[in-house]
């Protein structure tokens, strides 16, 4: 069974950046993609970033994809997502998530099957 923690979210002034960080215990996670998504207050899940189990594929949503970087270390069982040119509009809790499954868009979130608790980002103005 895959455990998911998120960690690395705050408050933040507009402009700013934070590095949100996914471990997972309990088994190892390098074959897997993985993805972030987040939810605001009274809005859908929606995603944001993922990545394939070697790296060789990632993939962003375009209302982020100039300012955010999705990496992993399959070493420490570890995603990283660093989020720079923090708007407003980027608060939300943010989720990890852990995609088994080999088919299917890495953008569906109906595919993650393990999901973190979620860490909550606030983007000041």
């Known amino acids: 069974q895959v455990q998911l923690v998120e960690s690395g979210g705050g408050l933040v002034q507009a402009g700013g950046s934070l590095r949100l960080s996914c471990a997972a215990s309990g088994r190892i996670l390098s074959r897997y993609t993985m993805g972030w998504f987040r939810q605001a207050p009274g809005k859908e899940r929606e995603f944001v970033a993922a990545?394939?189990?070697?790296?060789?594929?990632?993939d962003y949503a375009d209302s982020v994809k100039s300012r955010v970087t999705i990496s992993r270390d399959n070493a420490k069982n570890t995603v990283y997502l660093q989020m720079n040119s923090l708007k407003p509009e980027d608060t939300a809790v943010y989720y990890c998530?852990?995609?088994?499954?080999?088919?299917?868009?890495?953008?569906?979130?109906?595919?993650?099957?393990?999901w973190g608790q979620g860490t909550q980002v606030t983007v000041s103005s």
């Open positions: 990545i394939s189990w070697s790296g060789g594929s990632i």
């Open positions: 998530a852990c995609k088994r499954v080999l088919y299917g868009s890495s953008g569906e979130s109906r595919l993650y099957d393990t």
